[in-house]
């Protein structure tokens, strides 16, 4: 296992995820679960207000710079 992963599972998990259980947290997905999602993201209870994730050590530096140069809404 690459060991980003597994720094990554502790930090988030507390403890090493068995590649059965990521499988069937996988299989337990389903079209209405990714629509409730999605809806809760993006929809109108959203607040319109854009999303930023960011993993590792990477800046974000002037983001709304980046915002405008793409033409999304602060």
Avoid at 26 to 45: C, H, K, N, W
Avoid at 47 to 70: A, H, L, N, Q
Wanted: aromatic share 8%.
């Amino acid at each position: 296992m690459d060991s980003f992963v597994l720094k990554y599972q502790l930090l988030v998990h507390n403890r090493k995820i068995p590649v059965s259980e990521m499988c069937d947290k996988i299989d337990e997905v389903t079209p209405e679960s990714l629509q409730r999602v999605a809806t809760r993201i993006f929809g109108p209870q959203s607040g319109g207000k854009p999303t930023i994730v960011v993993m590792g050590r990477e800046d974000v530096g002037d983001w709304p710079s980046t915002f405008r140069k793409y033409d999304i809404a602060i």
